[in-house]
């Protein structure tokens, strides 16, 4: 964390996890926890987001996500 630099809680999954405050869409998000070059299925408040929305949608403190991504294997 940078000086300065303020923390919000979102809901990921069902955890509460601090984010910082200047993650502020849902494409920041996925490079915060870097997810951004993998496929996401991504879920705020109970609406499931188009992916030409991630720019575009804010997250705000107390949001609840559920991110989905595949893993390849066998």
């Given at each position: 964390?940078?000086?300065?630099?303020?923390?919000?809680k979102?809901?990921?999954?069902?955890?509460?996890?601090?984010?910082?405050?200047?993650?502020?869409?849902?494409?920041?998000l996925?490079?915060?926890?870097?997810?951004?070059?993998?496929?996401?299925?991504?879920?705020?408040?109970?609406?499931?987001?188009?992916?030409?929305?991630?720019?575009a949608?804010?997250?705000?403190?107390?949001?609840?996500?559920?991110?989905?991504?595949?893993?390849?294997?066998?």
């Open positions: 964390m940078q000086r300065g630099e303020e923390m919000m979102v809901f990921i999954n069902g955890d509460s996890i601090e984010i910082p405050d200047t993650v502020t869409t849902v494409s920041e996925l490079e915060h926890f870097q997810l951004d070059q993998k496929v996401v299925i991504v879920e705020k408040n109970k609406e499931i987001l188009q992916k030409d929305r991630h720019n949608e804010s997250v705000l403190d107390g949001d609840q996500l559920e991110l989905v991504h595949f893993v390849g294997g066998g």
